[in-house]
């Protein structure tokens, strides 16, 4: 699987406040956000049974 960046919004003091914590840490920040996306990938896939696995297509006519 390759990597690809992502890129969002996020206030500038949150932003701050996030990047700090990671540091007092020593945690990099990109290494949080990834933990993050899985742990709510897995907790969001085993609450829908049925559901599709990570990164599979959505059924015809949902996006």
């Known amino acids: 699987?390759?990597?690809k960046?992502?890129?969002c919004r996020?206030?500038?003091?949150?932003k701050q406040a996030f990047l700090k914590a990671a540091k007092a840490n020593a945690r990099?920040?990109?290494?949080?956000i990834r933990d993050f996306m899985r742990d709510y990938v897995?907790?969001?896939t085993q609450a829908?049974?049925?559901a599709?696995?990570?990164g599979?297509?959505?059924p015809a006519g949902r996006k």
């Open 1 to 3: 699987m390759g990597q």
């Open 56 to 58: 599979a297509e959505p």
């Open 10 to 14: 996020v206030d500038d003091e949150l």
């Open 42 to 44: 897995r907790q969001t």
């Open 28 to 32: 990099p920040a990109s290494v949080l």
């Open 5 to 7: 960046n992502f890129t």
């Open 52 to 54: 599709p696995a990570p």
């Open 48 to 50: 829908q049974p049925g």
